[in-house]
């Protein structure tokens, strides 16, 4: 039932907003086609570093027991490094991620009926149960729908010679622009025209890094005379690179091109001859599509008397020890804890809400505002959501070495999360965010509809928040009692019930921790009145302040809203709830006018102009990203108004960039901290 309910979302997701990380398939969830290793299976779900290997090298590359024994040499390598090897190939139409030794004398042997398999051909290499070994495009489709990040090769496909007159271009280019993997090579096979490659990477897409290089490599050789824009300097800035692009939501792969060791080059001119005479043969003989590769690697190979097999040899061993590298330090990026290293605690916790978010946006909506029950073109997308969730994961981007961890809680029926939790906890792992998900029995995962306006202002929206309603206080206070020590400051939202609010705020109170309250909507920013006491610092809204107003004394707030003026009025109303609360500092968001900060020091109030936005293309996020900016700047040690204008600063990028995971939150907390150094 579970399966066939993650089968459905996926095909949801699919016609919504395809997100590689939603869709990657998992251990679990493909057992008919695609079979694990016990070593590879624990590896994924643990989310420890893994790294793929390609087995074309083994049945088309080398001679037997040669190939046998470098696969070997390569998988060995790879666990050295302290990552798991994957060698990906197809046995008797099973996809086998990691291969036994019988599995690897299988491929390896002459005259085994082996297939050479690159993407279209996987298909058909699974319905009629062959043996077939993957190609750099198959083994990267395959590695990243498994939740593989980083591949080592040895050098990628590309246009080949005179391939604008006979399109002859690999299967691994457009493989690259659509899957989230990092490819570990020596660049593109010399026998190819390298020019052109590297144009059509730039056309679709593909980010090309050197690594430790600004010059693309000639896999046997170190030098091609062609630039290359992106440079990384070792395996954590790769990594990097690759974490931020997921983090993104960039579809398109990373090429990491690692040039071959100057002990290990062969001479590029006698390469070049030997390439230009083997070209001349295969054109004479009619060698053509996949048998191209092999015939011109071989004719090369007896053309330099085995200098280009021994430096083929040697890249291929030195980029599983580059790809290792960079799988571990992504893993750690992710959070993951490896052997013998001590994880580091997290400095914020946040308890609140996650869910999914739906978005509707019409095109044009001009009749929207004054007719009903229309039907309009437009965008829809879906999003990871949830007021705590979004928070939660900006801190976590936006102050990395501080660190956040999310308590939230998930849907469950008879034991088994819902298909919606699997997909949120799957996006968690993804981004190395430490989370602890309470699954509710008998409740579904909340779920957020939003419809906005044509411009981005939302129209209304409808949410489902009654899993996170349904936590009982004392299953939470045992969650956050278990939280690791060194906490310096604990966020929570009023999607928990008043019961869960109590037990957070007892929680902090007792630890000595500045507990910051989130408002989340004016009906439910009431759920604060009873431990306004607690909090050490509170954002809301001017409608969810004059809702509170309104519950703690009614007749302040009649009083206080002739006035016209917002800014007047947020002041008057923070004045007015400073008589509750004397202990908190209070920021009061008013859209475009910025923010109005209340300090309890000199019980005074101060405003924060909203940071400049070129464009507005989606206001869901913005509230939740000032109140993470605000986290950031206090967990840095700012004061509460320098921190809004921090808050406000991510707000705005928020808002231009479109969603929570589109803001380039490390970006702005840099520009941010520089600019208040120098001023």
Not at 39 to 55: F, R, Y
Not at 223 to 231: D, Q, V
């Amino acid at each position: 039932m579970e399966e066939r309910s993650v089968r459905r979302v996926d095909r949801v997701l699919h016609h919504l907003q395809p997100l590689d990380s939603l869709v990657s398939s998992s251990p679990t969830s493909n057992s008919q086609v695609f079979s694990y290793t016990e070593e590879v299976s624990k590896a994924l779900k643990e989310g420890a570093p893994v790294v793929a290997l390609e087995s074309t090298v083994i049945s088309h590359g080398l001679p037997y027991p040669d190939n046998v024994a470098l696969a070997r040499e390569m998988e060995s390598i790879v666990r050295r490094g302290g990552a798991t090897p994957a060698t990906i190939a197809i046995i008797q139409g099973q996809i086998c991620v990691g291969l036994t030794d019988a599995q690897l004398e299988r491929l390896g042997r002459p005259n085994g009926g082996v297939v050479k398999v690159s993407v279209r051909d996987i298909a058909a290499t699974v319905a009629q149960h062959l043996d077939g070994a993957t190609t750099v495009a198959a083994t990267s489709f395959i590695a990243a729908k498994c939740g593989i990040r980083v591949f080592a090769t040895g050098g990628i496909g590309g246009v080949h010679r005179e391939g604008q007159v006979t399109m002859d271009i690999s299967a691994d280019l457009p493989t690259l622009a659509d899957s989230h993997i990092c490819v570990v090579c020596a660049g593109a096979k010399s026998i190819l025209d390298l020019p052109r490659t590297l144009e059509y990477l730039e056309t679709l897409g593909v980010c090309v890094a050197g690594y430790k290089t600004r010059e693309f490599p000639a896999f046997f050789t170190r030098h091609s005379g062609l630039p290359l824009e992106c440079t990384v300097q070792d395996a954590t800035q790769a990594a990097q690179l690759l974490h931020t692009s997921m983090t993104l939501g960039i579809r398109q792969g990373v090429l990491l091109c690692v040039p071959i060791a100057p002990e290990h080059e062969a001479d590029g001119k006698r390469i070049e001859e030997a390439t230009r005479q083997a070209l001349d043969e295969a054109n004479r003989k009619g060698v053509v599509g996949k048998l191209i590769t092999p015939f011109l690697l071989s004719r090369v190979n007896e053309l330099t008397q085995g200098l280009s097999k021994k430096a083929n040899l040697a890249l291929l061993k030195q980029n599983a020890s580059v790809a290792t590298a960079v799988a571990v330090q992504l893993s750690k990026l992710q959070g993951h804890q490896l052997p013998g290293e001590t994880k580091s605690t997290p400095g914020c916790l946040v308890v609140g809400g996650s869910a999914i978010d739906l978005i509707s946006k019409p095109f044009q909506d001009g009749t929207l505002r004054d007719n009903h029950g229309l039907s309009l073109p437009g965008s829809i997308s879906l999003k990871f959501g949830g007021v705590g969730r979004n928070v939660a994961e900006l801190v976590h981007r936006g102050a990395p070495r501080i660190g956040c961890a999310l308590v939230t809680s998930v849907g469950s029926e008879t034991g088994q999360l819902d298909s919606f939790a699997e997909l949120l906890l799957q996006d968690c792992k993804s981004l190395g965010l430490s989370l602890d998900a309470i699954p509710v029995n008998g409740a579904k995962t909340s779920f957020y509809n939003a419809n906005l306006y044509a411009n981005g202002d939302l129209r209304a929206a409808i949410c489902d928040f009654s899993c996170m309603e349904s936590i009982q206080g004392s299953t939470l206070s045992y969650r956050l009692n278990s939280a690791a020590p060194g906490i310096r400051l604990v966020i929570a939202d009023a999607n928990l019930s008043s019961a869960a609010l109590s037990s957070v705020a007892t929680f902090a109170s007792e630890k000595g921790i500045p507990l910051f309250g989130l408002a989340t909507s004016a009906p439910k920013v009431v759920r604060w009145a009873p431990y306004l006491s607690h909090l050490r610092y509170l954002i809301l809204n001017l409608a969810e302040l004059d809702a509170l107003l309104d519950h703690l004394q009614p007749s302040l707030t009649r009083d206080a809203r002739p006035e016209q003026d917002q800014g007047l009025r947020a002041q008057r109303q923070l004045l007015a709830l400073a008589q509750f609360t004397p202990k908190t500092d209070i920021v009061c968001t008013v859209g475009a006018r910025g923010a109005y900060v209340y300090l309890k020091g000199n019980a005074s109030v101060v405003h924060v102009a909203a940071a400049p936005c070129d464009a507005v293309i989606d206001v869901t996020g913005a509230g939740d990203s000032m109140a993470a900016g605000i986290a950031i700047g206090i967990l840095h040690g700012s004061n509460i108004v320098e921190a809004s204008r921090m808050g406000s600063a991510i707000a705005a990028a928020t808002l231009s960039s479109g969603s929570i995971r589109s803001c380039p939150v490390q970006e702005v907390v840099r520009s941010h901290t520089k600019s208040t150094i120098s001023s």
